[in-house]
């Protein structure tokens, strides 16, 4: 396993930004602010997966984001799960409706709980990476929430019942096919959800074509947890992703 020495690395190594590559941070300011600098948008895949709840992306996938995304992800950058972090818990506040800037409680009823439930990665690729992405940011999410004072915690309760294919150079179609009735609940999994006390939202990092949150959507309503909120990653397709009411048109487990 990869993951406790690169959060070693990551603590006592000069860093480099994971957008740009500057020296000896591990974020620095242009990158931070393209990954949230703004508020979150709607995320609309076309065609739209049927059962997909509404999406909230902090950032197009695109330039600065991608590479960030990717060092965390891929290349086991984990002290970027703090950034990813903080932008994903803006667009879960906005999927939950909890205040534009996705860090105000004035969204959720009276003591209402906000439960963020990572899409699990393969087990193959946990153990290749030396982590799971989601899990990992949204533990981060909802600790940027609960400083905010909303009471957020994160519910792994989500895993995979069948192996599937590779995505990787799958169509709309063919990942819809691929994921069809993929992910089931844990055992026990319902037990932590109380009956109309919690909003659930689920998260990932990356969105493409939607395919794989609405079958996370499907596994919860199968297991008779929901409704589910909305859905919420940290970046989008440019070409899907919507702020401001415009498209923009460039490149484009329970864990505590």
């Not at 086991?76 to 409706?97: D, E, H, Q, Y």
């Not at 899990?135 to 600790?143: K, N, W």
């Not at 915690?153 to 691929?178: F, H, I, M, S």
């Amino acid at each position: 396993m990869r993951g406790w020495w690169q959060e070693l690395a990551g603590l006592v190594l000069p860093a480099a930004c994971g957008g740009c590559g500057t020296a000896r941070v591990v974020l620095c300011a242009g990158c931070a602010q393209a990954l949230s600098g703004a508020a979150p948008g709607r995320v609309n895949p076309s065609p739209r997966p049927a059962g997909l709840p509404a999406v909230y992306a902090a950032a197009a996938y695109e330039g600065v984001v991608r590479e960030v995304v990717l060092e965390h992800k891929e290349r086991g950058a984990l002290p970027l799960a703090g950034p990813l972090g903080a932008a994903l818990a803006a667009a879960v506040g906005r999927a939950a409706g909890a205040g534009a800037a996705g860090l105000a409680a004035d969204g959720l009823a009276a003591g209402e709980e906000l439960l963020l439930v990572p899409v699990p990665s393969a087990p193959r690729q946990v153990r290749a990476r030396g982590h799971d992405p989601a899990r990992r940011i949204a533990l981060a999410a909802a600790g940027r929430l609960r400083r905010a004072g909303v009471r957020a915690r994160v519910a792994c309760v989500l895993r995979q019942v069948r192996p599937v294919a590779d995505q990787a150079g799958l169509g709309a179609r063919e990942r819809r096919e691929n994921l069809a009735g993929a992910l089931g609940l844990r055992h026990g999994g319902a037990a932590g959800f109380a009956e109309g006390g919690a909003r659930v939202v689920l998260v990932d990092d990356l969105i493409t074509t939607g395919a794989t949150l609405a079958e996370a959507a499907r596994a919860l309503r199968a297991g008779s947890i929901g409704p589910v909120a909305g859905a919420a990653v940290v970046a989008a397709p440019a070409g899907s992703f919507v702020r401001n009411g415009a498209t923009t048109r460039t490149e484009q487990r329970s864990c505590e």
